[in-house]
């Protein structure tokens, strides 16, 4: 397990993608990846066994709890996710409302608010492909995130962002837009 070094150090010989250390490791964290997506497609889609579809249901909503996390899960709807986005922190306070609408290859930190502005709730954002968005952002109101932007830490979006850019803290400033 533990090998030997020179000068005492000491490096473990741990492989993480082992199957029991990754159970352990879903177990513990409340959240396992390829389970919770899977489930939650069962979930969000029209059809099947209702009584899966509760059971696949309280565990996304279990997992969204212990994370004080919602990815905008509910019976026969929720947020679209063209592809399993990038959650480098895993669920950790990641709130998304169901009309939201996320493109593929998207990168979403932890402690992200992509919601609607309540004045009608179809006024969810929708955001392009291979996004990123870091740590804190809130994505809020009908925007448009175009394909390839960064959405810097504690960034607050509410009107649309342009292809290719990146926006930063404070009032909305875009900064460079790429061709």
Not at 33 to 43: I, L, M, P, Q
Request: charged share 20%; glycine share 8%; hydrophobic share 40%.
């Amino acid at each position: 397990m533990a090998k030997p070094m020179n000068e005492g150090s000491i490096i473990m010989n741990i492989d993480y993608h082992k199957f029991p250390f990754r159970n352990v490791l879903a177990f513990i964290q409340h959240y396992d990846a390829k389970k919770y997506w899977r489930r939650r497609e069962y979930v969000v889609r029209e059809g099947g066994i209702k009584l899966l579809k509760l059971f696949c249901l309280l565990y996304v909503k279990r997992c969204d709890a212990y994370n004080k996390a919602s990815l905008g899960t509910d019976w026969n709807r929720g947020a679209v996710f063209e592809t399993v986005p990038k959650l480098p922190h895993g669920l950790n306070g990641i709130i998304i409302s169901p009309d939201a609408h996320i493109g593929k290859n998207c990168t979403i930190f932890h402690q992200v608010t992509i919601g609607n502005d309540y004045s009608k709730l179809e006024n969810a954002p929708v955001i392009g492909d291979h996004v990123s968005i870091f740590p804190g952002a809130k994505i809020v109101g009908k925007v448009h995130v175009g394909n390839n932007c960064k959405i810097g830490a504690n960034a607050v979006v509410v009107k649309d962002v342009p292809e290719n850019s990146l926006v930063l803290v404070g009032e909305q400033r875009i900064l460079s837009q790429r061709e």
